[in-house]
């Protein structure tokens, strides 16, 4: 960090060395053209929605991105610590993040291996966000992990032509705080520009212990001519939360809805909980990214960018009356000098460490041709991902200098390499004024291989889990649609579009002993309308998204009792996404969305655990089910937001209603998450001082009405008795009542 703070510094020093430069150059506007391919226009006949800088920065008080999309249709966000600060995380059309491709200036986000991206190793991104858009279904051909039923296109913000600066702080609730400074150099000489960012999010979460310390920076320099643009980006994030993710068991919800399981070491000599206090997830993460664009014609533009993103970190956790075999630990005596005897210790609690040390990095490029009834690209990339998983053993509690333990001790090792290569075509050619053709088609090739040690005991073999994967895979990815523009006000979509999809890491690791899950794969029909006047504006959207081969879990476990994904044959979500707008005064504007839909699988069969007298498992039950609901999949999520301008006051009243939702697939109410309904209120006031250009104060009341709510949850346990009666150990995350952030946003 020390070095963002040089070149901060040195960034200041530069701005107003050239402020004076600055004013003789007014009239030179500069747009700066970055053509991001994967990008849906207003002719690609798919659902989609834009999110621009002025509605990220009005709702960017240090929650994450899965918080500043919730008021897009068909979204769920939620969050570990109930706050939206640290481990959040969100889902589209009910399609989990794991399949949701995110890419910033075209270059893949997703872990390669888990295939989810992790919000809290870049905290405070959208402050360097130009816009974002989120793209509901398969969407365009994307670089990464496929797109299977959404994509996240962020492009973070363009050069400003003139120096700037920006001091931004927020501070609320569960002291919750953000400061981000922001600087720019504007234009220098003509060719040259940076910009810089550093922030700083703190907050002691509403789950207890449920801590984030996040630090972040960005940098871009940028070099540019008549027909070149070539920009290094650099951003990176370091973070510390207290881990929340194991949530709240069911029967504390009513007494004590912000208890935090993790960390549990028993209790002292009064009978009050212990908590370790290093239960803690730590890790850095910066990436590397230098673009290069070249206009050869105003119709023809290439663009090509070179990525890495280096990932290392580890988590830590106390866990107690471990197996020590399980471990790869001897039992040792234990002295017990108290009571004067030995005891041979099988069991004993432990702290252990979770490391990786992951490495990615590739090319993307695109070739885009726009002239007369051509809006074409040629694109495509190549990337590599290498991770090393490890484990270490670092305490053993009663050891006393046993030959067989060393601290650090390493119990597992293994890694993953990942090779993903694309390519793809797409145009949109327009047949007339109004009628034109979409077409888009991708090859991708992945080859995953794990090699290792797992982190499983296999007590069939006495050793630790062994993993050998080498798997390719070979897919084709086409789109096709139709836009029709009845009018100047009225225009219809309609496509289908073929998307696949990889296993991820954990779909191996706790794969059935000699069956490896295969692909999936994803049919989507989409058809749409839109219409647009000066006061009113209505879209619709229906969807119907076919899946063969999707991978879930049935309450099936693994031969070492691990749960375990089952590629189920048959399975689909369809539904109906509404949009309006409507601005009937000038200082009035509302907003809203409703997606209503049915998520079903066919023929499902669940598993149960058997536990005999014992409390030792002793096989499983299955239960056909017939057609049920596919797991945490709304059939109703609702957006409204009520916006009021007058002179300098902005006030935005945002409500969001979330239908039930089940925590397994089995349609069970007694595995379910509440439907829940939630209002916010947002307040802004802009003024200006003396020596400054702007100042915006602001103010956001979550949850006003104080609504008691959980967003996400899972089954912990599901099993029968020995004498039959069905036993379920379910997880809440429960999320704040009303709490308040104030803040501050100072542009010079």
Same mark, same amino acid.
């Given at each position: 960090?020390?070095?963002?703070?040089?070149?901060?510094?040195?960034?200041?020093?530069?701005?107003?060395?050239?402020?004076?430069?600055?004013?003789?150059?007014?009239?030179?506007?500069?747009?700066?053209?970055?053509?991001?391919?994967?990008? =849906?226009?207003?002719?690609?006949?798919?659902?989609?929605?834009?999110?621009?800088?002025?509605?990220?920065?009005?709702?960017?008080?240090?929650?994450?991105?899965?918080?500043?999309?919730?008021?897009?249709?068909?979204?769920?966000?939620?969050?570990?610590?109930?706050?939206?600060?640290?481990?959040?995380?969100?889902?589209?059309?009910?399609?989990? =993040?794991?399949?949701?491709?995110?890419?910033?200036?075209?270059?893949?986000? !997703?872990?390669?291996?888990?295939?989810?991206?992790?919000?809290? !190793? #870049?905290?405070?991104?959208?402050?360097?966000?130009?816009?974002?858009?989120?793209?509901?279904?398969?969407?365009?051909?994307?670089?990464?992990?496929?797109?299977?039923?959404?994509?996240?296109?962020?492009?973070?913000?363009?050069?400003?032509?003139?120096?700037?600066?920006?001091?931004?702080?927020?501070?609320?609730?569960?002291?919750?705080?953000?400061?981000?400074?922001?600087?720019?150099?504007?234009?220098?000489?003509?060719?040259?520009?940076?910009?810089?960012?550093?922030?700083?999010?703190?907050?002691?979460?509403?789950?207890?212990?449920?801590?984030?310390?996040?630090?972040?920076?960005?940098?871009?320099?940028?070099?540019? *001519?008549? %027909?070149?643009?070539?920009?290094?980006?650099?951003?990176?994030?370091?973070?510390?939360?207290?881990?929340?993710?194991?949530?709240?068991?069911?029967?504390?919800?009513?007494?004590?809805?912000?208890?935090?399981?993790?960390?549990?070491?028993?209790?002292?000599?009064?009978?009050?909980?212990?908590?370790?206090?290093?239960?803690?997830?730590?890790?850095?993460?910066?990436?590397?990214?230098?673009?290069?664009?070249?206009?050869?014609?105003?119709?023809?533009?290439?663009?090509?960018?070179?990525?890495? $993103?280096?990932?290392?970190?580890?988590?830590?956790?106390?866990?107690?009356?471990?197996?020590?075999?399980?471990?790869?630990?001897?039992?040792?005596?234990?002295?017990?000098?108290? #009571?004067?005897?030995?005891?041979?210790?099988?069991?004993?609690?432990?702290?252990?460490?979770?490391?990786?040390?992951?490495?990615?990095?590739?090319?993307?490029?695109?070739?885009?041709?726009?002239?007369?009834?051509?809006?074409?690209?040629?694109?495509?990339?190549?990337?590599?991902?290498?991770?090393?998983?490890?484990?270490?053993? #670092?305490?053993?509690?009663?050891?006393?200098?046993?030959?067989?333990?060393?601290?650090?001790?390493?119990?597992?090792?293994?890694?993953?390499?990942?090779?993903?290569?694309?390519?793809?075509?797409?145009?949109?050619?327009?047949?007339?004024?109004?009628?034109?053709?979409?077409?888009?088609?991708?090859?991708?090739?992945?080859?995953?291989?794990?090699?290792?040690?797992?982190?499983?005991?296999?007590?069939?073999?006495?050793?630790?889990?062994?993993?050998?994967?080498?798997?390719?895979?070979?897919?084709?990815?086409?789109?096709?649609?139709?836009?029709?523009?009845?009018?100047?006000?009225?225009?219809?979509?309609?496509?289908?579009?073929?998307?696949?999809?990889?296993? *991820?890491?954990?779909?191996?690791?706790?794969?059935?002993?000699?069956?490896?899950?295969?692909?999936?794969?994803?049919?989507?029909?989409?058809?749409?309308?839109?219409? %647009?006047?000066?006061?009113?504006?209505?879209?619709? !959207?229906?969807?119907?998204?076919?899946?063969?081969?999707?991978?879930?879990?049935?309450?099936?476990?693994?031969?070492?009792?691990?749960?375990?994904?089952?590629?189920?044959?048959?399975?689909?979500?369809?539904?109906?996404?509404?949009?309006?707008?409507?601005?009937?005064?000038?200082?009035?504007?509302?907003?809203?969305?409703?997606?209503?839909?049915?998520?079903?699988?066919?023929?499902?069969?669940?598993?149960?655990?058997?536990?005999?007298?014992?409390?030792?498992?002793?096989?499983?039950?299955?239960?056909?089910?017939? $057609?049920?609901?596919?797991?945490?999949?709304?059939?109703?999520?609702?957006?409204?937001?009520? $916006?009021?301008?007058? %002179?300098?006051?902005?006030?935005?009243?945002?409500?969001?209603?979330?239908?039930?939702?089940?925590?397994?697939?089995?349609?069970?109410?007694?595995?379910?998450?509440?439907?829940?309904?939630?209002?916010?209120?947002?307040?802004?006031? $802009?003024?200006?001082?003396?020596?400054?250009?702007?100042?915006? =104060?602001?103010?956001?009341?979550?949850?006003?009405?104080?609504?008691?709510?959980?967003?996400?949850?899972?089954?912990?346990?599901?099993?029968?008795?020995?004498?039959?009666?069905?036993?379920?150990?379910?997880?809440?995350?429960?999320?704040?009542?009303?709490?308040?952030?104030?803040?501050?946003?100072?542009?010079?």
């Amino acid at each position: 960090m020390k070095k963002v703070f040089v070149l901060l510094a040195a960034i200041t020093a530069i701005q107003f060395s050239f402020a004076q430069k600055q004013d003789s150059i007014k009239s030179i506007r500069i747009q700066e053209v970055q053509v991001i391919s994967n990008r =849906a226009t207003e002719k690609t006949p798919l659902s989609y929605s834009n999110i621009g800088r002025e509605e990220i920065d009005k709702q960017n008080f240090g929650q994450d991105i899965p918080f500043l999309i919730a008021l897009t249709p068909s979204v769920v966000a939620t969050s570990d610590a109930g706050t939206g600060i640290g481990y959040t995380g969100f889902r589209i059309r009910g399609t989990d =993040a794991n399949r949701i491709n995110i890419t910033a200036n075209g270059v893949p986000m !997703n872990d390669a291996e888990s295939q989810t991206v992790f919000w809290v !190793n #870049m905290p405070d991104f959208a402050s360097s966000l130009q816009d974002l858009q989120v793209q509901r279904g398969v969407g365009t051909s994307t670089n990464g992990a496929g797109a299977f039923g959404a994509s996240i296109n962020m492009k973070t913000g363009n050069i400003p032509t003139r120096a700037y600066g920006e001091l931004n702080g927020s501070y609320g609730s569960f002291n919750t705080s953000k400061v981000t400074l922001k600087l720019g150099t504007g234009i220098i000489g003509h060719h040259f520009a940076f910009d810089a960012r550093l922030s700083g999010i703190n907050s002691d979460g509403y789950i207890d212990r449920a801590s984030a310390d996040l630090k972040s920076y960005f940098f871009q320099g940028t070099y540019y *001519n008549e %027909k070149d643009i070539l920009k290094f980006i650099v951003f990176g994030g370091k973070e510390k939360t207290y881990h929340a993710w194991d949530g709240v068991p069911q029967d504390l919800l009513k007494t004590d809805r912000t208890y935090n399981p993790c960390g549990y070491m028993g209790t002292d000599s009064l009978g009050r909980s212990m908590f370790y206090d290093n239960q803690t997830d730590n890790y850095i993460q910066t990436n590397y990214q230098l673009a290069y664009l070249h206009i050869f014609r105003p119709e023809l533009k290439l663009n090509a960018t070179l990525h890495y $993103t280096k990932g290392d970190g580890y988590y830590e956790e106390y866990k107690t009356g471990r197996t020590l075999k399980e471990y790869g630990l001897t039992p040792f005596i234990y002295k017990d000098m108290v #009571m004067g005897k030995d005891t041979l210790m099988k069991k004993s609690d432990l702290i252990r460490r979770k490391s990786l040390d992951n490495h990615f990095g590739g090319g993307i490029f695109s070739l885009d041709y726009n002239k007369g009834k051509w809006d074409a690209s040629l694109g495509g990339g190549a990337n590599y991902y290498y991770c090393d998983h490890s484990g270490q053993v #670092m305490w053993v509690k009663n050891y006393a200098g046993d030959a067989y333990f060393r601290p650090e001790q390493e119990y597992y090792q293994n890694d993953g390499q990942k090779t993903d290569a694309n390519i793809y075509a797409r145009a949109n050619y327009a047949l007339s004024s109004k009628f034109s053709l979409f077409a888009d088609l991708q090859y991708r090739y992945i080859n995953y291989r794990i090699k290792g040690k797992n982190d499983k005991w296999d007590w069939n073999t006495s050793d630790m889990q062994a993993l050998n994967i080498d798997e390719n895979f070979n897919f084709f990815n086409p789109k096709f649609g139709l836009f029709y523009n009845l009018s100047h006000q009225n225009e219809l979509f309609a496509s289908f579009a073929i998307a696949n999809r990889e296993p *991820n890491r954990k779909n191996y690791t706790d794969a059935e002993k000699g069956k490896m899950p295969v692909s999936e794969r994803l049919f989507d029909y989409e058809l749409g309308y839109k219409f %647009k006047s000066a006061v009113f504006s209505a879209g619709l !959207n229906l969807y119907y998204m076919k899946y063969k081969d999707q991978l879930i879990l049935t309450g099936k476990v693994n031969d070492i009792g691990e749960p375990l994904s089952t590629n189920i044959p048959d399975s689909y979500r369809t539904g109906i996404e509404l949009t309006a707008g409507i601005k009937p005064l000038p200082w009035m504007r509302w907003d809203g969305n409703l997606t209503l839909s049915k998520n079903k699988i066919k023929d499902y069969s669940e598993f149960v655990t058997i536990y005999d007298e014992n409390y030792d498992p002793a096989g499983q039950q299955e239960n056909y089910l017939g $057609t049920t609901d596919i797991a945490y999949s709304p059939n109703v999520i609702a957006n409204s937001l009520f $916006t009021f301008s007058y %002179k300098q006051w902005e006030a935005g009243f945002h409500s969001n209603y979330v239908g039930k939702q089940y925590l397994d697939n089995s349609s069970s109410d007694d595995r379910k998450i509440d439907a829940y309904f939630v209002n916010n209120l947002r307040l802004a006031y $802009t003024f200006k001082l003396k020596g400054v250009k702007s100042v915006n =104060a602001g103010l956001m009341v979550n949850n006003i009405f104080d609504a008691e709510y959980e967003s996400n949850g899972y089954v912990y346990d599901a099993s029968y008795t020995a004498s039959g009666e069905r036993l379920n150990d379910l997880r809440y995350f429960p999320q704040a009542g009303t709490n308040v952030l104030v803040n501050l946003n100072i542009s010079f």
